[in-house]
């Protein structure tokens, strides 16, 4: 979840053609055994499977699409109808929790109307608590938001991360609507105490983490940085 | 230097060639041995190591890596930056460590992007060492002196600088399978070749037969690192006889509670260390096909696995005919769909084989009818590391570490509310007082202990009085066992005295009714009606019987459920109601919190404020609270 890419752009169907070839890719193994990674991989891709790629999948793989409807519901990274563009990912680790996610919980659901795993209806924002522990448990409470993290996050805070998302959207409808265009069409209500400061204030102490397939291209590129290449003379 | 130091920092542009026999890897590590002795230990530039892990990466350590070598190519210094696997300092992060050619190996703590700058100008340009605070924004505070080949290793300090021994953190930490945390590159296998790496494959494979490593590890009395504790070496007897072919070896990744990080850690850290360990097993009982079962919460675990499995393959420890030896095996990375009953045994084998993870009745054990209905045996990640080591250094060395009954060490993840939020390991038979004290450094802001929950999720609570006790697996008068506490997976919780018990108490029987599967019915409908029970108190709703029921049908869901999950998801609550009796009391008959944390009792107290008598106490049932008693009807009060 962490590093993992996401996939903003919101699919709204499954190329039946592309989860053919999904299953192509695992021939060699028995079907059961195949069956996760190929929904991994659509999940991946499209981010939300369906029962048309449920259909597909137990045609291709030569099994019961009720056995693969029974198993992937039992498992919650498969998501059955579209994500938002962006997403709020809420730590609830005993650690965090510990620190007070609750608070941050009723923040979200108050001001996006959107309860635990859920989108607003304009399809812009999912929230998604979960209690798997991220292993950064001395920030609790730990908040993620597009691939980034805020550590310490309390509930002005978790206001301005809303806001930013807020302003994000709104900017761009700005660009694409009227410039008269009015505060109705922001995404949320804003925030009562929430000015273009704070939100500089989280803007400066975000810090994007590039996942490690950006990592890896960078330093496959001729171009790279390096480090040896510094003379060592000078100092 | 004939590599650039990205290379080894990716470790993923060096071509790995393979090796046909036991000389060739030979050679190849004697000359990784004076490589890393070359590189590493005498270095001949500044290097710079930062160590990433799936939390440092969260707190922008790709970021500062890419400042640092950004910074040092525009300003022309001459330095190396390397990324290695991370401390377990996770307090202090992101932690920046430098090595000058002939000097020792400081760690800085606490250096986002912003500080990269000033600490090349003031420890790699200039020559300051010690605390460079001043100004606020760019304060640069050292954290310790490591060893160049351990971290222990350091023996004089640096200024003001401790040596890692000396910080509290350190202090009673034996690291054995942490030894190369923060040493070695988890993406380049000729870093943990250099460091000693796959010797004890060579031995166990050509020097050993296959029972003496079994009996090898029988006789370390290596117990299960995944919470049971249950022997690992008759497990892999069990399935060395165990009729069947073809036999599986399968890791358990799949962590997912939801405070302990030990594996995932282990497996961005030391990927090539787990491999090892499971080669070894695997050829002790004669399995050629293994899994490594990784939960989807742990992307970058489940990379740097691949990637480790990869170069395994590539150098000839994994595949057909490993080393010459005749012996082939594979090893697959599978990613569960992140349920966290997928760590049970016998629910994991039903995950790779792409059913719903919901455990089974027992017997067969799974090393009798696991993956497919064949023989499997089923290891958690830290039992496997344990491997190599024990086959290299024999299993006397093991017995002396530890306690008698529960030898080794142990990997525990501390979290809540400590000074020192971090992954260390301890010896089995630290006191946990040594635990919350030294190696948590107390609590934070000097509150007041309250207690520490045990076991990950399914673990008692211990008090400040029980905190002399000993950590290990046993039930002994000595050890933490004999107050429902439990060892379980490692996972250490620390509360002070804002944190509301009946809350928390709460929020484990959510955890673990949210995660029952639902196939046994004790399980299923029993957590859900503790949970009724708790939510019922928690929000001043809670009767007096409600003390009894929870004593009772936490003791049938534990004595009836199917699997480990259910017969250990009460023993928080047990815990609780007996160690917080006065808490949950004031719950019930005050609808009041004195911690203050608990919402919605304390929304009922603002409005008795304004309101007196607003909300009527609960009719005083006939029992006494003793648990002895019949349970009355549960009625939901009208209010």
Known sequence: MSDQAHHYAIAREIDLARVRQICDQYRNISPEEALMPVFQEIQEEYGFVNEAACYEVAHQLSLSPTQVYSSLTFYWIYKWRPGGKHRIFLCEGSGCYTTGTTRLRRVVEERLGIGAGETTFDGKITFQP?????????????????????????????????????????????????????????????????????????AQTSERAPSLTEYEAEQSAPSGPRPNSGNADSK | MSMSSIDMATGAERAIEKMNDRAAFEQVAQNETARWQREYNNVERPTVLIGISGSSVAHGAWKVYFEFVNQLKQRGIAADVRV??????????????????????????????????????????????????????????????????????????????PLAKELPFYEVQQRIL?????????????????????SSLIKAMFDMPPTDIIDTVKKSNLRGRGGAGFPAGIKWEGARNAKGEPKYVVCNAHEGEPNVFKDRRSMEGEPHMLIEGMIIEAFAIGSHIGYIY?????????????????????????????????????IQVYMGGGAYISGEASALQFGIEGQRAMPRTKPPRSVEAG???????????????????????????????????????K??????????????????????????????????????????????????????????????????????????????????????????????????????????????????????SLLDILDRIATGLGRVEDMDALKEWSEHVISMSLCGLGQAAPLPTLSAIELFRDEFMEAILNQNDPTGRNEALVAIQQRRRLEPGYGRLPLLAASNGSGQGKVITLTPVNR
Not at chain 2, 178 to 198: H, S
Not at chain 2, 376 to 386: A, G, K, Q
């Open chain 1, 130 to 202: 979960f209690s798997t522990c991220m292993g950064a448990c001395e920030w609790s409470p730990l908040v993620e938001v597009d691939g980034e993290f805020y550590g310490f996050v309390d509930e002005a805070k978790m206001n301005q991360l809303i806001d930013q998302i807020n302003r994000q959207e709104y900017d761009a409808e700005d660009q694409l609507a009227a410039p008269n265009s009015d505060a109705q069409y922001a995404l949320v209500a804003p925030a009562p105490n929430s000015g273009d400061a704070s939100t500089a204030n989280v």
């Open chain 2, 84 to 161: 290695v696997s991370e401390m377990g300092t996770n307090w202090a992060m992101p932690v920046v460590d430098i090595i000058k050619p002939g000097g020792p190996r400081i760690a800085y703590q606490i250096i986002t992007a912003d500080k990269v700058g000033a600490l090349i100008d003031r420890a790699i340009v200039g020559d300051e060492r010690g605390d460079m605070s001043g100004d606020p924004l760019k304060d640069i505070v050292p954290l310790c002196v490591y060893g160049h080949e351990a971290w222990d290793g350091a023996t004089a300090r640096v200024g003001d600088i």
């Open chain 2, 178 to 198: 942490m030894r190369d945390f923060g040493y070695l590159n988890p993406r380049n296998i000729y870093d943990y070749i250099g460091r000693g790496g796959y």
């Open chain 2, 294 to 330: 990784i939960g989807d919460e742990y992307p970058l675990a489940i990379r740097t696995m691949e990637h480790a499995v990869e170069q395994a393959r590539a150098a000839g420890f994994l595949g057909k005919n490993i080393l010459g030896s005749g012996y082939d095996l594979d």
């Open chain 2, 371 to 409: 993956v497919w209905g064949k023989p499997t045996c089923v290891n958690n990640v830290e039992t496997m590391m344990y491997v190599p080591d024990i086959i290299r250094h024999g299993a006397d060395w093991f017995l002396a570490l530890g306690t008698a009954k529960s030898p080794g060490t």
């Open chain 2, 411 to 528: 990997m525990v993840t501390l979290m809540g509310l400590p000074k020192y939020v971090g992954l260390s390991e301890v010896p089995l038979g630290t006191t946990m007082r040594d635990i919350v004290f030294k190696v948590g450094g107390g609590i934070r802001n000097d509150r007041p202990f309250k207690a520490i929950q045990t076991g990950g999720t399914s673990g008692g609570l211990m008090l400040d009085n029980h905190l002399d006790l000993q950590l290990t697996f046993d039930n002994g008068p000595q050890d933490m066992g004999s107050v429902k506490g439990v060892l379980g997976s490692g996972g250490f919780v620390v509360y002070d005295d804002s944190v509301s018990i009946v809350d928390m108490t709460r929020y484990w029987m959510r955890f673990n009714r949210y995660e029952s599967c639902g196939k046994c019915v004790p399980c299923r409908i029993g957590t859900k």
